[in-house]
């Protein structure tokens, strides 16, 4: 079975520009995450969705970052417009909910730089 | 709130040495407890989980146990191997049913020959 699908593997762009970044669930998983690594603040979740509905968006940094699911099998994390401090690796994890404490998959993230 | 607290190295062995890393929860509830490996490049895999106290995840060599009276749930390998490189993140669900994962700040192992 295919696993979580990012891309692009990696970006490039300069500053104010907008950045789209993908995720493909795994099929018939029903809960998407995404999350942001970098060296200095490690793993942060950013949001996660159930059923297409977004639950937890407190991790959004600011209003210049916005995620949909405009279908029960994809996502995208938009950045609008982009800052260098946006520069970071980022993944989206898929996970079959159920009575919580599920196994998320992760995708092999998004390396992206901002100029 | 819920956090977790692990060791952060980074930590060089040799190859067939006996590993440790060390994580600590604080939780309301009975929170799911998880080790996650991430090798260089890729993005974060399930190494082992356990559900509830006493319970032992093993995996590829690697177990932990949850202990509630210590709230940890410390990883150990007998003999590591230079393909166990890689950063280790310890995490727990928040309880109560929640899908939200809670990550330690990963440590990095390096194995050397």
């Known amino acids: 079975d295919a696993g979580v699908i990012q891309s692009p593997r990696h970006e490039v762009t300069e500053m104010g520009q907008e950045v789209t970044l993908r995720c493909k669930l795994i099929?018939?998983?029903?809960?998407l995450f995404w999350y942001r690594q970098t060296m200095m603040r490690g793993l942060e979740l950013l949001i996660y969705?159930?059923?297409?509905?977004?639950?937890?968006d407190s991790g959004m940094p600011e209003d210049r970052f916005s995620a949909k699911m405009p279908n029960a099998s994809f996502s995208t994390l938009k950045i609008q417009p982009s800052e260098p401090r946006d520069s970071a690796v980022y993944f989206c994890?898929?996970?079959?909910?159920?009575?919580?404490?599920?196994?998320?998959?992760f995708g092999p993230g998004t390396r992206l730089l901002v100029l | 709130g819920d956090s977790v607290t692990q060791m952060e190295g980074p930590v060089t062995l040799s190859e067939e040495a006996f590993l440790t890393i060390n994580c600590t929860y604080t939780?309301?509830?009975?929170?799911?407890l998880f080790w996650y490996v991430q090798y260089p490049g890729e993005g974060l895999q399930l190494l082992l989980k356990?559900?509830?106290?006493?319970d032992k995840g093993s995996n590829k060599g690697f177990e932990a146990t949850y202990r509630k009276e210590t709230t940890s749930f410390h990883l150990e390998k007998g003999s590591v191997q230079v393909s166990d490189s890689a950063v280790y993140f310890c995490?727990?669900?928040?309880?109560?049913?929640?899908?939200?994962?809670?990550f330690g700040k990963g440590m990095k192992l390096t194995v050397n020959p």
């Open positions: 994890a898929s996970s079959l909910r159920m009575s919580g404490g599920e196994t998320q998959y």
């Open positions: 099929s018939g998983h029903n809960s």
């Open positions: 969705f159930n059923n297409n509905v977004p639950i937890d």
């Open positions: 939780a309301t509830g009975y929170p799911s």
């Open positions: 356990a559900t509830k106290a006493d």
């Open positions: 995490a727990l669900s928040v309880a109560g049913g929640s899908e939200k994962l809670v």
